[in-house]
Nanobody, 124 residues
Framework: QVQLVESGGGLVQAGGSLRLSCAAS????????MGWFRQAPGKERQFVAA????????YYADSVKGRFTISRDNAKNTVSLQMNSLKPEDTAVYYC?????????????????WGQGTQVTVSS
């Protein structure tokens, strides 16, 4: 079993950048495909980005494509989400998730472990 802890959230103005990190413990992150999801108040959890175990395949929601970049550092046991050109609609709690066997990166049901989330607020 792996434990996930997100960090790096905060308040930023529109057009700014943030870098979220997800630190894993208990097991190495290299054992999992990893994803980022977000949830705004009153809305369902939404897929943001995912990366395969090898790191060679990445996937993004259309709403963040070209602005966000997911990466992993298996040696440091971390996964990151670089967020650029942030918009007010990016405001949400961002969650890191790990999947043992990922078929569809967009489906939160395919992720086995979740972090507690980190708040990202983008002001206009």
């Amino acid at each position: 079993q792996v434990q996930l802890v997100e960090s790096g959230g905060g308040l930023v103005q529109a057009g700014g950048s943030l870098r979220l990190s997800c630190a894993a413990s208990g097991r190495t992150v290299s054992s999992y495909a990893m994803g980022w999801f977000r949830q705004a108040p009153g809305k369902e959890r939404q897929f943001v980005a995912a990366i395969r175990r090898s790191g060679t395949n990445t996937y993004y929601a259309d709403s963040v494509k070209g602005r966000f970049t997911i990466s992993r550092d298996n040696a440091k046991n971390t996964v990151s989400l670089q967020m650029n050109s942030l918009k007010p609609e990016d405001t949400a709690v961002y969650y890191c998730a790990a999947s043992i066997y990922l078929i569809s990166s967009y489906d939160p049901r395919q992720y086995n472990y979740w972090g507690q989330g980190t708040q990202v607020t983008v002001s206009s």
